[in-house]
Structure formats: structure tokens, C-alpha cells
């Protein structure tokens, strides 16, 4: 019989609540011009090229791939917080610029500058430094969750904001939602304890795991699809459902709100009775049919409602459980290596999702879009196949 497990202490508490709300100040920022911007580029000069909204849906991404591992060093060597809260600064200025830009070529460099703030790995890092290793596993699951939560809350209020504010006054919101996470930091986190001795991680460890490996591309596989699919997502919904970019929340809220009555019983189960290598694979296999679904029966305002219900399932799934997979996974020392590395592919993701999603449609059409995104889900499916789950961690 294993020993009795403490639980959670409030300190933890508060750390996991405080830490999941400072990424998901971040990620709203981020997400909630992701429903409307391909609407609102077409209004700025070099608008009409689907490319270039292509990158700058996913120019973040590029210098997140870039920046996350140097960020986690750089937090060993300089603490957390201040490499945080340099990183939410620089994400600030980047809105700043994106709410001013003339032109494409100004959003993306906005879009590149929010992209330096790339504090996921340190967040991560202070999570661990903050909670005891039988506890790591539920604080690294609120983080993952609040991603899944605000991307749905951004679909929702976004079309209502931008009908009252427009994207200028949403990206000044993104400013403003990454100053008020800083203040949340100072605030709320308490500062871990000074490490003994600097250690150097081990990432020739991490990168070998062909676990985490499989891990690494999923989080990349599932942005990559997240951000192609909503380059094209609301033409299909102006163009084929009839409806108006201000009135897109009238199909994201209920199929976001029927989502997480789905979605959180899934993961409850999956955790209690051990079936969570199931769920993994049929979120996965949701994702393929939704895309093909999408391409075959996508020509109407209920069809596309039903599809985003479905997508909103799997991806609330996968966002919560694969952060949670690969702090479970990595090895004990290298957690902090693998969680850098997950989010540098999670980075490459969001880049190369939005970069392939504006290039496909400009060349080959919007449902062409949806037919390259189910063919990323069945080769995730393939290599997700052959994953080792680790055991649930049983408390008596």
C-alpha cells in the first residue's frame, strides 16, 4: 500500500491558480484576434494577399520557437520573475504596435514583437519550483487547461468586441491584459527559493525520449492545425453560413459552452479510470474528422457549427492533457528541458500553422486548407499510436 499523500497546500493553491491566470491573461491576449483578424486584415493595405495574414496570424509563434529555450536559461540565471515580467513587457509593446499599424508589414512586426515575450518555459519552470513533485502534475494541468479555457472565451467574446472596439482597441487590450498579468506576479506568486548550484539541462536526454518526441509533435501538430484552419474559418463563416464577423460569437458560444459539457466528464474519466491513452487518441481522431468534415460537409451555418463544437471537444482535450503527459513523462531531472522544448515546438506550431494556412488558401483554395489539416491529424494519429502512457499516479 502506497504512503498517504498530503494535499495540496494553499500556497500551491494559489501558485497553480495565480500561474494559470498569468498564461491565460497571455493567451487571451493572443486569441482573441485570432476569430477576426483575417476580417479586419483585408481593410489594411497589403491585405488582400491571404500569405501575408498567413504570417502574421503566425509570425508569434516564430520568435516564441526562437526564444523559449534562451527565456528557461535565461531563468536559471536570473530568476523567474524578472525574465517573466521582461518578457510580458515586450509582448505589451508588441500590442502597441499591432493596435497602430498602417499596414501589414507593421502588424507583422507587432505580431513578431508580441512573439519575443516567450515566458511559457519560465512559467513552467516557476510552477516547479513552487509545487511539490506529487502535486506538479495538477498545477501543469491548470496551466494547460486555462489555454483550452480562454481560446474558447476568446471565440466567444471576440466578434462582440471587435464589433465595439475594433482591432486596434483589441490589441490595446492584449497590452493592457499583459501589464495586468505582471501585476498579478508581483503581487500574488511568491518568489521560489534560490537553486544550490546551477545545473545544465540535459537536453540531449529530452531530445532522444521518443515519448516526449511524440509529445513534442502533437502540441506542434494541434497548433499548427488551430491556426491554418482559423486563417480561412471565418470567410467560411461570412461567405457560406451568411453571417456577420460581429455575429460570429452567436455560433462560437454555444458550441463552446456544449464543448466543456462534453470535455470536462472526458477528462474526469480518462484520469479516474485510467483510459486516458483512449481519450488521447479518439481527441485526436476528432480532430481528423473534423477537418474532413469540414471539407465535405462544411456549406452551411449549422454544419459549421456542429464541426466547431466537435473541434472545440478535442482540442479543450488535448491542450489540458498533453502539458500534463509531458511533466509525467520527462524525466525527473530534465523536466525543465522538456517543457522548453514542448513549448518551442508549440511555438513552431502556431508559425508554421498560420504561415501554411495563408499559403494553401491563397494558392489552392480554402478547402484545401481543411483537407491539408486532416492529413496532419492521421499522421499525429500514426506516430500517437505507438505511445507509452505513464501510469496514474494512485493517492490512498
Given at each position: 500500500?502506497?504512503?498517504?499523500?498530503?494535499?495540496?497546500?494553499?500556497?500551491?493553491?494559489?501558485?497553480?491558480?495565480?500561474?494559470?491566470?498569468?498564461?491565460?491573461?497571455?493567451?487571451?491576449?493572443?486569441?482573441?484576434?485570432?476569430?477576426?483578424?483575417?476580417?479586419?486584415?483585408?481593410?489594411?493595405?497589403?491585405?488582400?494577399?491571404?500569405?501575408?495574414?498567413?504570417?502574421?496570424?503566425?509570425?508569434?509563434?516564430?520568435?516564441?520557437?526562437?526564444?523559449?529555450?534562451?527565456?528557461?536559461?535565461?531563468?536559471?540565471?536570473?530568476?523567474?520573475?524578472?525574465?517573466?515580467?521582461?518578457?510580458?513587457?515586450?509582448?505589451?509593446?508588441?500590442?502597441?504596435?499591432?493596435?497602430?499599424?498602417?499596414?501589414?508589414?507593421?502588424?507583422?512586426?507587432?505580431?513578431?514583437?508580441?512573439?519575443?515575450?516567450?515566458?511559457?518555459?519560465?512559467?513552467?519552470?516557476?510552477?516547479?519550483?513552487?509545487?511539490?513533485?506529487?502535486?506538479?502534475?495538477?498545477?501543469?494541468?491548470?496551466?494547460?487547461?486555462?489555454?483550452?479555457l480562454v481560446f474558447a472565451l476568446s471565440l466567444v467574446g471576440?466578434?462582440?468586441?471587435?464589433?465595439?472596439?475594433?482591432?486596434?482597441?483589441?490589441?490595446?487590450?492584449?497590452?493592457?491584459?499583459?501589464?495586468?498579468?505582471?501585476?498579478?506576479?508581483?503581487?500574488?506568486?511568491?518568489?521560489?527559493?534560490?537553486?544550490?548550484?546551477?545545473?545544465?539541462?540535459?537536453?540531449?536526454?529530452?531530445?532522444?525520449?521518443?515519448?516526449?518526441?511524440?509529445?513534442?509533435?502533437?502540441?506542434?501538430?494541434?497548433?499548427?492545425?488551430?491556426?491554418?484552419?482559423?486563417?480561412?474559418?471565418?470567410?467560411?463563416?461570412?461567405?457560406?453560413?451568411?453571417?456577420?464577423?460581429?455575429?460570429?460569437?452567436?455560433?462560437?458560444?454555444?458550441?463552446?459552452?456544449?464543448?466543456?459539457?462534453?470535455?470536462?466528464?472526458?477528462?474526469?474519466?480518462?484520469?479516474?479510470?485510467?483510459?486516458?491513452?483512449?481519450?488521447?487518441?479518439?481527441?485526436?481522431?476528432?480532430?481528423?474528422?473534423?477537418?474532413?468534415?469540414?471539407?465535405?460537409?462544411?456549406?452551411?451555418?449549422?454544419?459549421?457549427?456542429?464541426?466547431?463544437?466537435?473541434?472545440?471537444?478535442?482540442?479543450?482535450?488535448?491542450?489540458?492533457?498533453?502539458?500534463?503527459?509531458?511533466?509525467?513523462?520527462?524525466?525527473?531531472?530534465?523536466?525543465?528541458?522538456?517543457?522548453?522544448?514542448?513549448?518551442?515546438?508549440?511555438?513552431?506550431?502556431?508559425?508554421?500553422?498560420?504561415?501554411?494556412?495563408?499559403?494553401?488558401?491563397?494558392?489552392?483554395?480554402?478547402?484545401?486548407?481543411?483537407?491539408?489539416?486532416?492529413?496532419?491529424?492521421?499522421?499525429?494519429?500514426?506516430?500517437?499510436?505507438?505511445?507509452?502512457?505513464?501510469?496514474?499516479?494512485?493517492?490512498?
Open positions: 500500500m502506497s504512503a498517504p499523500t498530503d494535499p495540496m497546500s494553499p500556497q500551491e493553491r494559489r501558485v497553480g491558480v495565480s500561474l494559470a491566470s498569468i498564461f491565460a491573461l497571455r493567451m487571451l491576449g493572443l486569441f482573441l484576434i485570432l476569430p477576426v483578424f483575417a476580417v479586419y486584415a483585408k481593410t489594411l493595405p497589403g491585405g488582400d494577399d491571404r500569405t501575408l495574414i498567413g504570417v502574421a496570424l503566425g509570425a508569434y509563434g516564430l520568435t516564441q520557437a526562437v526564444l523559449q529555450i534562451p527565456f528557461g536559461i535565461a531563468s536559471d540565471r536570473f530568476g523567474r520573475k524578472p525574465v517573466i515580467v521582461f518578457g510580458l513587457l515586450l509582448f505589451a509593446l508588441g500590442s502597441f504596435v499591432a493596435a497602430w499599424a498602417p499596414d501589414m508589414h507593421w502588424m507583422i512586426v507587432g505580431r513578431v514583437l508580441q512573439g519575443t515575450g516567450a515566458i511559457s518555459a519560465a512559467v513552467t519552470a516557476l510552477a516547479a519550483d513552487l509545487t511539490r513533485e506529487e502535486h506538479r502534475t495538477k498545477v501543469m494541468a491548470m496551466i494547460g487547461s486555462s489555454i483550452g471576440a466578434p462582440l468586441l471587435y464589433g465595439w472596439v475594433g482591432m486596434g482597441g483589441l490589441f490595446g487590450m492584449t497590452g493592457g491584459l499583459a501589464l495586468g498579468a505582471i501585476l498579478l506576479l508581483l503581487t500574488r506568486v511568491p518568489s521560489p527559493p534560490k537553486p544550490a548550484g546551477h545545473v545544465r539541462l540535459p537536453l540531449r536526454e529530452v531530445l532522444g525520449n521518443v515519448d516526449l518526441l511524440r509529445l513534442n509533435l502533437g502540441i506542434g501538430t494541434l497548433h499548427m492545425i488551430q491556426m491554418a484552419m482559423f486563417v480561412v474559418l471565418p470567410h467560411a463563416l461570412i461567405e457560406r453560413g451568411g453571417l456577420a464577423a460581429t455575429e460570429h460569437w452567436k455560433v462560437y458560444l454555444p458550441a463552446v459552452l456544449a464543448s466543456f459539457a462534453v470535455m470536462v466528464p472526458a477528462i474526469i474519466a480518462a484520469e479516474k479510470k485510467d483510459r486516458m491513452a483512449f481519450v488521447f487518441r479518439s481527441a485526436i481522431v476528432l480532430i481528423a474528422c473534423v477537418q474532413f468534415g469540414l471539407y465535405l460537409f462544411g456549406g452551411g451555418l449549422w454544419a459549421l457549427g456542429f464541426w466547431l463544437l466537435l473541434f472545440f471537444v478535442a482540442f479543450n482535450v488535448l491542450e489540458a492533457t498533453l502539458p500534463s503527459l509531458v511533466s509525467r513523462t520527462a524525466p525527473p531531472a530534465a523536466k525543465g528541458a522538456a517543457l522548453g522544448v514542448y513549448n518551442t515546438t508549440q511555438a513552431v506550431g502556431l508559425f508554421v500553422g498560420g504561415a501554411m494556412g495563408g499559403f494553401i488558401a491563397q494558392h489552392l483554395g480554402d478547402d484545401a486548407v481543411f483537407v491539408a489539416c486532416t492529413g496532419l491529424a492521421l499522421l499525429w494519429l500514426a506516430v500517437a499510436a505507438g505511445m507509452r502512457f505513464p501510469a496514474r499516479r494512485t493517492a490512498t
